[in-house]
């Protein structure tokens, strides 16, 4: 069964810098890409960045691309999201994903984190 354990969250400064981790256990395989995705109240599930489990494909949506960076440590099975210069409309909950496919859409990630939430406020 494959689990994920999200950390990392938590309230930040406009400007500010917070990177979210995600420990992918259960994998054996099974699992082909790994996703972020954000939700804010009454918003569809949106997807920000995603990877390949190697690494060697991303995607960063353009909201975020050149602030926030997605990366793997492969050995450790560890999924990283990198976040610089936070802006309020950067609060949400966020969640990390995997599935065998390279999809935006959450119908396409079969196994889920419990999500962290991230405030940007001053």
């Known amino acids: 069964q494959v689990q994920l354990v999200e950390s990392g969250g938590g309230s930040v400064q406009p400007g500010g810098s917070a990177r979210l981790s995600c420990q992918v256990t259960g994998y054996y395989g099974s699992v082909n890409y790994l996703a972020w995705f954000r939700q804010v109240p009454g918003k569809e599930r949106e997807a920000v960045a995603l990877?390949?489990?190697?690494?060697?494909?991303?995607w960063h949506d353009g909201s975020v691309e050149a602030r926030f960076t997605i990366s793997v440590d492969s050995d450790a099975e560890i999924l990283y999201l990198q976040m610089t210069n936070l802006k309020p409309e950067d609060t949400a909950m966020y969640f990390c994903?995997?599935?065998?496919?390279?999809?935006?859409?959450?119908?396409?990630?079969?196994?889920w984190g419990q999500g962290t939430q991230v405030t940007v406020s001053s």
């Open positions: 990877s390949s489990t190697l690494g060697g494909h991303q």
């Open positions: 994903a995997a599935g065998r496919h390279f999809s935006r859409s959450p119908e396409d990630f079969g196994y």
